[in-house]
């Protein structure tokens, strides 16, 4: 009998080591259902406490998911409008500057001799391919869409679908959450088990709230403050790029990166100087390090603080998977993952499969049946 459950558990663990290896294909694979479903419910536990707040005021349940889901709509359509409609206006003049970009950089290129040559060559081609292209496009050109509305009307049916479910299902997991909550709680058997289970969602909604709501405050002021330092140097559509900079740096490490490189080349399109078209890059990064490094430990504190390891594994494997948008999620569901294991603790896997497990305990207490 004994060989027979540890040949179960040990065929158990296999199963279990695959299931585990084939999941991220599933992942990619699906990336169509799984990605908005993560999405809405990083969205939707990030909302409970606004939802609970609500429901203080002795709202209904459905009411309050969908003024949560209202808000939050509305907080994306003014993103989308300050940071979409400009930057394609703005960025249709790069095949126009790029011999104003060539002109700062000739200092740097001027180095590399072999570098320049090339780097001539392919922006002569890129330059004539863009403005021929320019000129078709100019034809049939449509405008930039200017709300939440006008992108899903101008995306794919898919994108749409995708759009719509994820709503629902924030709209719903809200709606339903207290009783789900009451119902996960009390359908323990055990009144340990059933503290337990509170204190778990209790942390992880605690957690995530809590660290997208103060990043997201972080991001808005790092963000504002570079919008007005942009706007007194002159530089065209400030709130743009600040925009940019606070969605970018929901990105650990990569984000400030892609941002610093963005403003570097937005430089060189509108300033004829090369230093002076290089300093919103540099009070990008010079931001960014105090902000990284002072602001943000200091109001994050040391509760959600974050193995950096982790959050590279992190970055990198939900970039594989789902591309840009899981590197957005990346981090929250780390924030997730380590909550749940805190609060629950680590499962002891081995011990319960070949020594503390069930199989064993039934068949000593069953007389070795």
């Known amino acids: 009998m004994l060989r027979r459950d540890r040949l179960l558990a040990a065929v158990t663990l296999i199963g279990g080591v695959g299931l585990l290896l084939a999941l991220p294909f599933a992942l990619k694979a699906g990336t169509e259902f799984f990605l908005p479903l993560t999405a809405a419910l990083v969205i939707a536990i990030a909302l409970v406490p606004v939802l609970e707040w609500i429901e203080r005021r002795r709202v209904p349940s459905s ?24 930057a394609v206006a703005f960025f249709r003049l790069l095949p126009e500057r790029i011999g104003r970009i060539q002109m700062n950089l000739k200092p740097i290129l001027e180095l590399y001799q072999s570098l320049e040559k090339y780097i001539d060559r392919t922006a002569m081609k890129f330059a004539a391919g863009s403005a021929q292209s320019v000129a078709r496009a100019a034809q049939t050109q449509q405008p930039p869409p200017s709300s939440l509305v006008d992108l899903i009307a101008s995306s794919a049916p898919s994108v749409f679908v995708h759009i719509f479910f994820g709503i629902l299902v924030v709209y719903f997991f809200l709606a339903g959450w207290t009783r789900l909550r009451r119902e996960t709680i009390t359908s323990r058997a055990s009144f340990s088990g059933a503290m337990a289970t509170a204190r778990v969602i209790q942390d992880v909604v605690d957690d995530t709230s809590a660290y997208l709501g103060t990043i997201t405050v972080i991001n808005f002021s790092l963000g504002v403050f570079l919008a007005g330092c942009l706007w007194a140097m002159g530089m065209p559509y400030p709130a743009m790029w600040g925009g940019i900079v606070a969605l970018l740096n929901y990105v650990p490490y990569f984000g400030p990166i892609v941002a ?9 399109m509108v300033f004829t100087d090369l230093w002076v078209a290089l300093m919103p890059a540099a009070i990008m990064v010079a931001s960014h390090l105090l902000e990284a490094n002072v602001i943000t430990p200091l109001i994050v504190g040391h509760r959600l603080t974050i193995n950096p390891i982790m959050i590279l594994i992190s970055l990198s494997f939900w970039g594989w998977v789902w591309g840009t948008a899981g590197a957005l999620l990346a981090v929250p569901i780390l924030i997730i993952a380590q909550t749940v294991v805190a609060a629950a603790g680590k499962p002891d896997i081995a011990g319960f499969l070949f020594e503390h497990g069930t199989l064993e305990q039934r068949r000593r207490g069953g007389g070795g049946r």
């Open 63 to 86: 009411i309050a998911a969908l003024l949560c889901v209202t808000g939050f709509l509305a907080a994306a359509n003014v993103a989308l409008a300050a940071i979409i409609v400009p």
């Open 260 to 268: 610093a490189v963005l403003l570097a080349l937005g430089g060189t």
